[in-house]
Antibody, heavy 120, light 109 residues
């Protein structure tokens, strides 16, 4: 069974930083591109970042709105993916989801999400 | 960026057909491959994949869900609508980077 579990959320002051973790199991992690998608309270889904696998040299891609403030990384030995977000602003308040991308490019499995609140 | 436009709300009666549309600002198709996907999200839950590449039913999804379209215009159809289908529905393109539509909230009439 595929399992995806995000951790690391919480309350952060504006200007602060946070590292989210996503632990996975139940599939061959090395084969997949992994992504982060976020959802502000009462709003829609926003793609944040993608990291490809070793076959694609771990290439990373970011939403333009966040580029420069986010870094996605992965540890294949731990079947985990991470998202570092810095210079946090109130508008970064959201549920952050970790999701697996298939070869046909859709997101087929999602974690339960982790809440990040940016407030003083 | 490719912008996806969805109607915010669709009101439907139980047992009727619901047609949810998604229009892209430019084509999301490459040859015959339509890089448009659909998700369902219920309050307090993570999104669930329904349809991938415009018309392919994801694993475990009931056959009352179907998808169609190509180029810039895509449709998710639910027929017949059941009470459990009341949720928000999002389209997502993967032709250029990844973007989601703003979502369509399916409501009961």
């Amino acid at each position: 069974e595929v399992q995806i579990l995000e951790t690391g959320g919480g309350l952060v002051k504006p200007g602060g930083s946070l590292r989210l973790s996503c632990a996975t199991s139940g599939f061959n992690f090395n084969d997949y591109f992994m992504n982060w998608v976020r959802q502000a309270p009462g709003k829609g889904l926003e793609w944040v970042a993608q990291i490809r696998n070793k076959n694609y040299n771990y290439a990373t891609y970011y939403a333009e709105s966040l580029e420069g403030r986010v870094t996605i990384s992965r540890d294949d030995s731990k079947s985990s993916v991470y998202l570092q977000v810095s210079s946090l602003r109130a508008e970064d308040t959201a549920i952050y989801y970790c999701t697996r991308r298939t070869r046909s490019s859709e997101f087929d499995y999602w974690g339960q999400g982790v809440m990040v609140t940016v407030s003083s | 960026d490719i912008v996806l436009t969805q109607s915010p709300v669709l009101a439907v009666s139980l047992g009727q057909r619901a047609t949810i549309s998604c229009r892209a600002s430019q084509s999301v198709s490459i040859s015959s491959i339509n890089l448009m996907h659909w998700y369902q999200q219920k309050p307090g839950q993570q999104p669930k994949l329904l349809i991938y590449r415009a018309s392919n039913l994801a694993s475990g999804i009931p056959a009352r869900f179907s998808g169609s379209g190509s180029g810039t215009d895509f449709t998710l159809t639910i027929d017949p609508v059941q009470a459990d289908d009341i949720a928000a529905y999002y389209c997502q393109q993967s032709r250029e980077s990844n973007t989601f539509g703003a979502g369509t909230k399916l409501e009961l009439k």
